[in-house]
């Protein structure tokens, strides 16, 4: 299956604060890369496809200016939470396409 | 609304034996299905995909498409506890995975040794 990447694996900030998520696919170029979110005990939620070189097709109910995302490369993908609150706390996971979705290991955030 | 259920369970099933995890899809144009294995804290690994009605095995995995009840079932055989983890089922319009997923709330299953 193919490759791919995500960093940091784990964020805590303080309310206000903007993070910021790179996805990477290492053995193959994407396109199309997928931001899911999960809620604990829940199932993944698309949030937004980012399209490289294009601007992103968010959800409904995702706020755009919220999370920002920029899809530079056909390699890199990167989403940035800006003024984050505690309820973005949760598990973000970018995945690419390659035939079938792949999911990078995800990204732990915890907004103080 | 696309919707895709599962049944959350848990479900238990005794080493060796087989593993039958269940889903079902609203959208009749859904063209693909995924099935994905989640440990606790993990993020979703990819176990197959289906595009066409019938059966598409892959070593001890077995997928089951039925479009016309839009129904997708895996099969586990020989069960091992290192199968214990929430399976994930998803669907979506495009071949290939070019369109975002929308997934089930996933069947923790647990092999007891």
């Known amino acids: 299956g193919a490759v791919v990447s995500q960093h940091p694996s784990r964020v805590i900030c303080k309310s206000g604060t903007s993070v910021k998520i790179e996805c990477r696919s290492l053995?193959?170029?994407?396109?199309?890369m997928f931001w899911y979110r999960q809620f604990p005990k829940q199932s993944l939620m698309l949030m937004a496809t980012?399209?490289?070189?294009?601007?992103?097709?968010?959800e409904q109910g995702v706020e755009k200016d919220k999370f920002l995302i920029n899809h530079a490369s056909l390699t890199l993908s990167t989403l940035t939470v800006t003024s984050a609150h505690p309820e973005d706390s949760s598990f973000y996971i970018c995945?690419?396409?390659?035939?079938?979705?792949?999911f990078g290991p995800g990204t732990r955030l915890l907004v103080l | 609304q696309k919707e895709v259920e599962q049944n959350s369970g848990p479900l238990s099933v005794p080493e060796g034996a087989i593993a039958s995890l269940n889903c079902t899809y609203s959208?009749?144009?859904?063209?693909?299905f995924f099935w994905y294995r989640q440990y606790s804290g993990k993020s979703p690994e990819l176990i197959m995909f289906?595009?066409?009605?019938g059966d598409k095995e892959d070593g001890r995995f077995t997928a089951q498409l039925n479009k016309a009840s839009q129904y997708v079932s895996l099969l586990i055989r020989d069960s091992q506890p290192s199968d214990s983890a929430t399976y994930l089922c998803?669907?979506?319009?495009?071949?290939?995975?070019?369109?975002?997923?929308?997934f089930g709330k996933g069947t923790h299953l647990i092999i007891q040794p």
């Open positions: 995945s690419a396409s390659f035939r079938a979705q792949y």
């Open positions: 053995d193959f170029q994407a396109t199309t």
């Open positions: 980012s399209n490289e070189g294009s601007k992103a097709t968010y």
């Open positions: 959208d009749r144009g859904s063209q693909s």
């Open positions: 289906i595009y066409s009605n």
């Open positions: 998803a669907v979506n319009d495009s071949g290939g995975g070019a369109d975002g997923l929308t």
